[in-house]
Each structure stands twice: as structure tokens, then as C-alpha cells.
């Protein structure tokens, strides 16, 4: 029975990339000089350090134009509310993205059962797998999410005849 999995997952290497340049542009623009404004990455999670609120808002810009350069969609990235650690340093936390969580999943499962196709969702840890009889009813599927989810980057893997 033909089906494809449904997922939410940020490439690791090209988050490792986006890093290494925000790191890299911070370290060398003059308006940070004596700063200590860096990113730190600990798998799928970032953490923003920088001196003061403006600062803080300039890694962030510089954070969002590198994911944009590097094909890695801005809407992996959730950006926490800003904390003191000492003084007027601030830290904020960025989570990425990775896996669908559950809220989406039922309203991907919701949207494929309300749309009337031949095609059953089912939701299977962080992915939903989509089964249906031809493969012109999950392109219609994948077709029909892309237009319909827009709070998350899905993309569409494991595609079986």
C-alpha cells in the first residue's frame, strides 16, 4: 500500500553551519567589538548570549538572515523570552524545531479526514504516516498540506509504492 511519512526536522549540519557564521559575522563586526555577544548550540537547542537588549536583537536579526542564506526555514527557530545573568548580560534560549508535535499532528490527521480523499493520516511518535490505494491521492495529500499548514516547515519523506 503506497504511503509517506510527514515530518518537522531541521538539518543538524546546516543549523551547525548557521552557528559557526553568526559566531563568525559577531566576532568581526565593529558595532560588537569588546562584546561578548555569541551563540552556543547544543544539539537542537541554541543559546544567545549578548550584552544588552539591542545587542541581544542584533545576534537574533543575524540568527534569521543566516537560516534564510542557508535554506533553513525561520519558523524551526523559537526564540524564549531573554534572561539576566549578571549585570546587564542577557541570555536567550532558541529552540529548534525537530519532530511534530502533537497539536499539529491532529490537525494534519483533521485536515486529511475533513478533505474526504482516499487516504488514511495516522500519527506515529513525531511523524504522520499517510497511507491511501494510488499515488495520485498522496500527491493530492502532500499537495493539500502544503497549503494548508503554514505554522511549521513539513516536508515529506519515505514516499512507497
Request: proline residues 2%; glycine residues 4%; contains cysteine.
Amino acid at each position: 500500500m503506497p504511503s509517506f511519512d510527514t515530518v518537522c526536522k531541521a538539518n543538524p549540519v546546516e543549523l551547525k553551519n548557521v552557528v559557526e557564521q553568526v559566531n563568525k559575522e559577531v566576532s568581526t563586526r565593529f558595532d560588537f567589538k569588546g562584546s561578548d555577544a555569541r551563540v552556543e548550540q547544543k544539539e537542537f537547542q541554541l543559546t544567545v548570549y549578548a550584552d544588552d537588549d539591542f545587542k541581544l536583537g542584533q545576534v537574533r536579526e543575524i540568527v534569521t538572515n543566516k537560516c534564510a542564506k542557508r535554506n533553513l526555514d525561520v519558523r524551526f527557530l523559537k526564540f524564549e523570552n531573554p534572561e539576566k545573568i549578571g549585570g546587564d548580560k542577557l541570555k536567550q534560549l532558541v529552540t529548534v524545531k525537530n519532530g511534530i508535535d502533537s497539536d499539529l499532528a491532529k490537525k494534519i490527521v483533521k485536515i486529511v479526514k475533513e478533505s474526504k480523499m482516499k487516504v488514511q493520516a495516522s500519527i506515529q511518535g513525531d511523524v504522520v504516516r499517510i497511507n491511501g490505494n494510488k499515488r495520485d491521492d498522496l500527491q493530492a495529500a502532500i499537495a493539500l498540506l502544503r497549503k494548508e499548514v503554514n505554522e511549521a516547515p513539513l516536508e515529506f519523506e519515505n514516499f512507497r509504492d
